[in-house]
């Protein structure tokens, strides 16, 4: 998938030259600040953060790279065993794989929005397709609703995949596929589903265009697609106030 701006080289960007101009600073004008690593680490993440703003990243950004060279200082002096770290990054990793690239992290669809979702099947058995399963929850309570149906999901993090496949094993109307989205062809599909980020929404609308047939329905959780009228919007009575907003995005049948 294609991204503006690659958010890993951009951070790595703002805390490089961070460290750079902190030293700079420091060697200069503050040399008392040499025996003092946590106030080095202090003036590392306040250079970091400026460099973050000029780069315009986002603002969430901000208190991220202004606390992480300062935390990463008093870790160290925990004296936490090195394997700890390894098996953290490993096990975040498998869970959230790419979201660096993707820029769609892991939350899952609450039961409520599921069955406001299953509301929006056609009373005939159809074929319906979750982008980015995650551990399969929802399309098991849609297969469990609905056996007239056939259900896939695509899920590239190992973790989830490997929850999903594995407790979707059972139910013989859910299919869960490894790999990428958006290698997967729409075309064969009544109800196309997406909760993912505002971040591909522009990118899924071209794919769905591209693939879905006419009447296919793409109904995106939470993520409206810019610039686009939904056919409607349907409002689920849960606490987040989900939204969930249906196109139809297939060629019109006149
Ligand atoms: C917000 S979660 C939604 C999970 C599930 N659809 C649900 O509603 O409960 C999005 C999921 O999409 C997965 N994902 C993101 N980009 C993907 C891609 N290109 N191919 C496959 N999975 C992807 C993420 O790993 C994450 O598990």
Redesign the pocket.
């Known amino acids: 998938?294609k991204q503006a701006e690659p958010p890993l080289r951009h951070a790595l960007v703002a805390q490089t030259l961070g460290a750079v101009l902190a030293a700079g600073m420091i060697l200069v004008f503050f040399p008392t600040l040499l025996a003092q690593p946590l106030a080095m680490a202090g003036v590392q993440g306040l250079c970091a953060a400026l460099i973050s703003h000029l780069q315009r990243g986002p603002l969430w950004w901000l208190p991220i790279h202004l606390g992480f060279m300062p935390l990463a200082v008093v870790m160290q002096g925990l004296r936490i065993p090195s394997w700890i770290w390894l098996a953290g990054f490993t096990l975040l990793l498998l869970i959230f794989?790419r979201t660096d690239r993707?820029r769609?992290?892991?939350?899952?669809?609450n039961a409520l929005a599921g069955e406001a979702l299953a509301g929006l099947l056609p009373v005939e058995p159809v074929a319906m397709v979750?982008l980015?399963?995650?551990d399969g929850?929802?399309l098991r309570r849609l297969a469990r609703l609905r056996p007239d149906c056939r259900f896939v999901g695509?899920?590239?993090?190992p973790l989830?995949w490997a929850w999903a496949w594995l407790s979707c094993r059972s139910l013989p109307n859910v299919q869960i596929r490894f790999g990428?989205?958006?290698a997967c062809p729409l075309g064969g599909y009544a109800l196309v589903y997406a909760?993912?980020s505002p971040s591909p929404m522009r990118e899924l609308w071209a794919k769905a265009k591209a693939e879905m047939k006419a009447n296919a329905l793409l109904v995106s959780?939470s993520f409206a697609v810019p610039d686009v009228q939904p056919l409607s919007t349907i409002q689920v009575a849960d606490r987040r106030h989900t939204r969930l907003y249906c196109y139809r995005p297939g060629p019109s049948r006149s």
């Open positions: 998938m794989w993707s769609v992290p892991l939350y899952l669809t979750d980015g399963c995650g929850g929802l695509y899920e590239h993090a989830p990428d989205f958006w909760f993912l959780n």
